[in-house]
Every structure is written in C-alpha cells, then in structure tokens.
Antibody, heavy 126, light 106 residues
C-alpha cells in the first residue's frame, strides 16, 4: 500500500476554503514531516508549506502566508492542508510529500522529499 | 527567498544522447539540492539528493554535480523512459523548485 494516501478531488467556488488530507500508512505521522506542493495545470512545482518535525513548527512559503494552514491529527496519522479565499488561480493538483534528511555542520536539519502522494485535484470555478 | 533557474526550459534529444540540464541558485545553497523527474499525470520522483547522491533504484546513467550556486543533472545514454520533465529543488532555506526542463524527442 502507498505510504501517503490523499483525499479525493474537490470543486470549490471562489472565496471558499478547501481542506485536503494526507493519511500515512505503515509509519507513524509523529515520525514524519509532511509538506505540501502544488502544481497548476501545465505549470511547475510550488512548495506551499509543511510541518517541520525537527523544528516542531509549521513553515509556510511567503506567497501563501495567511492563506494556508497545515495541521495534523496524529491519532489518525493524517496531515491536513487548508487553503482559504480560493481563486481561479488556485486550481491545481495538490501533493503531500515526506522525506528524509541530515544535519549539517551548523546543526541545521536539511530535509528533501522522497515519497509523494498521488495528488488531489482542486478546481476553483464559479 | 532563494530563486532557482533552470536552463534550458525545453531540450530536444534522441535516444542514446547525453543531455545536461543546468540549475542556478540565486545565492549559495552549498550542496543542498535535489533533482526530480516527473511524467504526465504522475507525482515527482526523486532522482538525486545532496547534489550528487543517487537515490536507491535510480539508474546510474543519471548523475548530478555542483555546489554553491551552479548545478547540473546529466543523463548519459538517454532511454525512451527518460523523456519527461525535470526539476531541481533547493532545500538549504525552505524549499524552492526550478521552473522545470522538459526533455522531449527530437
């Protein structure tokens, strides 16, 4: 079974919010950092935010600050990404991803993504 | 924010070719760089991490080099399954992707 299983496609109206889930299988969510990356149709990959387990806090891309919230329910081994004030430009495939990393000389932890969910398509249309 | 620039955006090549994609960071990221391959309708797949470390299961025809601000991904002996879009990603400070390089059939 896939490690990360995402919720199904969503259709939302402009101004609404969407909450996408990402369930972890075979591992405990508490041992992982889950990040969220989106891809608009025909466009590139864009990191939105995620929960940095080593730092114990959520991090967000500047572009999405104030509009995106990542949360998790460890009892369900499920991470969530909520995006508010949706507009047509938010129509995209949303991926959750996890990975591994290592500590650098400055004791900072450097994390890259090696396991991805299959994605959740979110369509924003009136 | 660290910006990542990939060159070229599109690369046309033939089976058996050796191709190189360049990725440039707007500031030094040491060697905290990953490369991903993405095929249509699929999630990205990790190829290279820490600039030059090959992910388990990835064919040895893929190789990465570089440090600081300049990096390359080379595919030697291009195979039919390698026609795809490739992204670099820095993970020195948060995470930023390059805009992608599509390798298509000449």
């Amino acid at each position: 079974q896939d490690l990360l299983v995402q919720s199904g496609a969503e259709v939302k109206k402009p101004g609404a919010s969407v909450k996408v889930s990402c369930r972890v299988h075979a591992y405990s969510l508490s041992d992982l950092s889950i990040h969220w990356v989106r891809q608009a149709p025909g466009k590139g990959l864009e990191w939105m935010g995620g929960f940095d387990r080593k730092a114990g806090q959520a991090k967000y891309a500047r572009k999405f600050q104030g509009r995106v919230t990542v949360t998790e329910d460890t009892s369900l081994d499920t991470a969530f990404m909520e995006l508010s004030s949706l507009r047509s430009e938010d129509t995209a495939m949303y991926y959750c991803a996890t990975g591994r990393g290592e500590f650098g000389v400055s004791a900072q932890y450097y994390f890259y993504m090696d396991v991805w969910g299959k994605g959740t398509m979110v369509t924003v249309s009136s | 924010d660290i910006q990542m620039t990939q060159i070229p955006s599109i690369l046309s090549a033939s089976v058996g070719d050796r191709v190189t994609i360049t990725c440039r960071a707007s500031q030094s990221i040491s060697n905290w760089l990953a490369w991903y391959q993405q095929k249509p309708g699929k999630a990205p797949k990790l190829l290279i991490y820490k600039a030059s470390s090959l992910e388990n299961g990835v064919p040895s025809r893929f190789s990465g080099r570089g440090s600081g601000t300049d990096f390359t991904l080379t595919i030697s002996d291009l195979q039919p399954e390698d026609f795809a879009t490739y992204y670099c990603q820095q993970y020195d400070t948060d995470w930023t992707f390059g805009q992608g390089t599509t390798v298509d059939i000449k």
